[in-house]
């Protein structure tokens, strides 16, 4: 019988995750690593806030604690974001901070 590892809420653990920006939104790459005995967080590719200081591990972990992803998921969703920006400005992905608005989208088949 395999244990599952359950993440803790206060402890933030090193690898690839994967949040939403905002409900009902895409999901985003993040990624935990530490540097010396601090820790560095990055949502789908910024590492600091908008007022330039860097983003809170702290403050991001409880929103991916569960949420594990491998490291060839993390860049596949750096890359979609990219594409999306490039080629479909109205693809989900271009703006993760944004809801998803399936009336907007083209039917799949």
């Known amino acids: 019988m395999s244990r599952r590892r359950v993440d803790r809420i206060d402890r933030p653990r090193a690898g690839f995750f994967r949040t939403r920006l905002i409900r009902g939104g895409i999901f985003v ?3 935990f690593w530490t ?3 601090d820790w560095r967080v990055e ?3 910024r590492t ?3 007022d330039g200081f860097p983003l809170d591990p ?9 949420q594990e992803i491998t490291e060839r998921e993390f860049h596949f ?3 979609r974001r990219q594409w999306a ?8 992905a271009a703006d993760p901070g944004e809801p998803v608005d399936l009336s907007k989208l083209p039917p799949r088949f």
Do not use: K, M, N
């Open 58 to 66: 702290l403050e991001v972990w409880p929103y991916c604690a569960g």
């Open 43 to 45: 949502i789908d590719g």
């Open 77 to 79: 969703l750096a890359r």
């Open 48 to 50: 600091t806030r908008d």
């Open 29 to 31: 790459g993040v990624r």
């Open 85 to 92: 920006q490039e080629h479909a400005p109205e693809h989900p």
């Open 35 to 37: 540097e010396g005995r």
